[in-house]
């Protein structure tokens, strides 16, 4: 996994809450084997006006002008801000991969569901919770052409265009490992000897845990 | 010092180890796999060179792209077929017990773990699905996963994890005639938001929950994940333990005896303190219908569509009217004025037989409306098909003009052949009524299996509890 330390980018704000995983990345984009190649269908039903399907050409498709995506002044967005219970409904991690895809390293919510919240992790993408009033002033502020923020992981702060800055609150092994870019399987792998001796005793308090 | 929680037993039971920063490395005891999360999690094995840490707890199934019609004749959608296949190979590389299409215990996933006894109370359960939360009926610790996750616990058997908050919802008293676990369910849902339980595990207790049958309880702890939380749990009792026995992956003599022993300590202690505590009265709570794009977005039959200018929240209010754009209904409309295109009776809320055989008591001598272009019932498994033919409930659907199809998650997310048109409006027994969700422009409300059926019979939403 890529590290994630600081990062500077275009903000695309996406005023409506419950934005579910379904409208994230459509069901029949799930069909695909492969963990990359999402990007073009994020969103994929409020990007387009026809109804995307796997294998189609999605330069030739025809686009919904009105979405926020499809704005010039949003091209090349890396953060993305938007309402509360973000990534709620389905466990697809298809949906933190189209995002990663498309080009977003950080969302910024109220609130993520729990799925969603940790799926992000596991891919190098920093969700950062902030108060619902906090989230409400970005977004006003974002719709001033060209509006950044600046995001510092290890200080755990986002710097605002006019040097304001807001901290933000994070769990230490989650910070950990996305600052070192850790591979959450490496890291259990090194504690097979205590994973074998829960195995052992949970064998004798469980058995039939044990049996088929 | 306060007793115990259920989740507390469970969680404490599974820590293999914790970290400087609270975080817990979990022992996972049961895995169900589908070919949709699966892919890229056996890829990522392969490429590490890593096998799985043991065979034995895992258990696979197609489920989601699996046609419903002409099985015999594979699945048509080249796509699909690559994914189903996917499984099948990956499985038969690593040496994963995998119930193929074509056999007649395939089903969806959540439907075929606790009917194969491969739930057993005091597990923890996982599964690249959200809806794993369904196994929390039967006292064990379950919970979806993303496909990161999947791998993980395919190569270690563990899951880094950090305990939740609890909750408890009691929900007091005797629900009326006519009012289900699925009403329950999203009588909740309308009560404490979609976010409601973000960060929390639920308990369900009280009389109308111990009342219920297993099956009733899978509904409940299924939608637990609508409601934001990823797992629900229902302590044990003798439904639990008298569903389980004799079931192929359940134990038998001496150890089905030491494990009912052991099953029989899981409830929570009665002085065990919860984070949050919600009392509900059950016989307040009516049939329900969503009216939305949001299971939150959920009313009484009896009620009318909300008026989005009384709501004074900003982000609500607009949510609301997004909302009743794409459904196309109109503030003050009664529930009971809506006309229907399609009914969908399945899911893994709603598959199993005691939803057979509610819808089936509806239907039964009656006729689906002239308006309703398809009305179907999708059995959540092969089991379940075989016991509700063997009941002549597939006769009493297709008399009344439903069509009876075979198992998978079918139009619950449209993955397969299943799915409505644009502008088509469904009345479905399945969890989600967000945006597309049972295909592209498709206009979702979420009712009880009984309340689908007399919504297909009618041709518009009526309340069940007058028939």
């Known amino acids: 996994m890529e590290k994630f330390i600081k990062l500077a980018g275009i903000v695309l704000p996406l005023d409506r809450a419950n934005v579910d995983t379904d409208a994230i990345i459509p069901k029949q984009f799930l069909k695909s084997i492969k963990r990359s190649g999402f990007g073009p269908n994020l969103f994929d039903q409020w990007r387009y006006l026809d109804q995307g399907e796997p294998g189609m050409d999605n330069s030739k498709r025809q686009i919904n002008p009105d979405f926020i995506l ?134 004798k308090q469980a058995p039939w845990l044990f049996e088929k | 010092m306060a007793g115990k929680t259920l989740y507390d037993k469970l969680w404490d039971s599974h820590v293999v180890r914790q970290d400087e920063h609270g975080t817990c490395l979990l022992y996972i005891d049961r895995h169900l796999i589908h070919e949709v999360t699966s892919p890229q999690a ?118 880094i994890q950090q305990k939740s908050k609890s909750m408890l919802i009691r929900i007091n008293g005797q629900v009326g005639a006519g009012v289900t676990a699925k009403d329950m369910v999203l009588a909740i849902i309308g009560r404490i938001g979609t976010a409601g339980g973000t960060g929390y595990t639920i308990e369900f207790a009280g009389k109308a929950i111990a009342d219920l049958s297993i099956e009733g309880r899978m509904t409940v ?91 004074k929240d900003p982000v609500k209010r607009a949510a609301m009217k997004q909302a009743l754009v794409y459904m196309d209904l109109s503030p003050d409309q009664a529930m009971t004025d809506i006309q229907l295109d399609k009914v969908f009776i399945g899911s893994c809320t709603n598959s199993r037989i005691e939803d057979m055989r509610a819808a089936a008591a509806i239907a039964k001598g009656r006729q689906v409306a ?49 799915r409505l048109e644009p502008g088509e409006r469904c009345a479905s027994t399945s969890n989600r009524n967000f945006e597309g969700r049972q295909g592209q422009g498709g206009r979702t409300h979420l009712v009880s299996p009984a309340m689908a059926a007399a919504a297909a019979i009618a041709g518009n939403f009526v309340d069940v509890r007058g028939w």
């Not at chain 1, 298809?94 to 992790?121: E, Q, R, S, T």
């Not at chain 1, 970005?138 to 719709?143: G, I, K, T, Y």
């Not at chain 2, 099953?263 to 009665?270: I, P």
């Not at chain 2, 009516?286 to 009216?291: F, L, R």
Request: aromatic content about 8%.
């Open chain 1, 70 to 203: 499809n704005q010039a002044r949003f091209q090349g967005a890396s953060i993305l801000l938007a309402r509360d219970n973000f990534g709620c409904g389905s466990s697809r991690e298809h949906a933190p991969w189209a995002l990663l895809d498309y080009g977003f390293n950080v969302i910024i919510a109220p609130g993520f569901a729990d799925i969603f919240y940790n799926n992000c992790f596991k891919n190098g993408i920093l969700p950062i919770k902030l108060p619902e009033k906090v989230v409400q002033k970005l977004f006003e502020q974002s719709v001033e052409p060209g509006y950044q923020l600046e995001v510092d992981l290890p200080q755990q702060l986002i710097t605002l265009p006019d040097g304001e800055t807001l901290s933000f609150e994070i769990d230490g092994f989650r910070k950990h490992c996305l600052v070192n870019g850790l591979d959450d399987i490496g890291l259990t792998l090194e504690h097979v000897k205590q994973i074998k001796e829960y195995e052992n005793k949970r064998k």
């Open chain 2, 370 to 418: 002239g308006n309703i272009k398809l009305a179907m019932v999708v059995p959540g498994s092969g089991l379940v098909k075989a016991q509700a033919e063997a009941e002549g409930l597939d006769r009493i659907f297709t008399a009344a003009g439903f069509e009876w199809r075979d198992p998978g998650c079918s139009m619950c997310l449209a993955m397969n052949a299943d």
């Open chain 2, 42 to 159: 056996f890829e990522g094995l392969r490429l590490a060179n890593r096998n799985p840490w043991r065979l034995d707890t895992n258990l696979a199934v197609a489920d989601h792209n699996v046609p419903t019609t002409h099985r015999d004749q594979g699945i048509a959608d080249p796509v699909s077929r690559l994914q189903v296949e996917t499984l099948d190979q990956n499985c038969a590389e690593f040496g994963i017990t995998e119930f193929q299409m074509n056999d007649n215990r395939q089903g969806i996933v959540h439907v075929i773990g606790p009917e194969q006894g491969a739930t057993l109370p005091g597990m923890t359960l996982v599964c690249g699905d959200s809806h794993t939360s369904t196994h929390g009926a039967l006292g064990a610790l379950a919970f979806g996963i993303g496909t990161s996750e999947v791998e993980h616990v395919l190569a270690t058997q563990c899951l």
């Open chain 2, 221 to 311: 702890c299924n939608m637990t994940i609508e409601a934001g939380a990823r797992a629900g749990l229902i302590a044990v009792d003798d439904k639990t333990i008298d569903y389980i026995k004799g079931r192929p992956f359940a134990p038998a003599g001496e150890l089905w005896e030491q494990a009912v022993t052991s099953w029989r300590s899981l409830s929570s202690d009665a002085d065990a303190e919860f984070d949050q505590v919600i009392e509900i009265d059950a016989a307040g709570i009516s049939p329900q219908v969503t009216w939305g794009t949001s299971p939150e977005m959920v009313t009484s039959i009896n009620g009318n569509v909300p008026d989005p200018s009384a709501e």
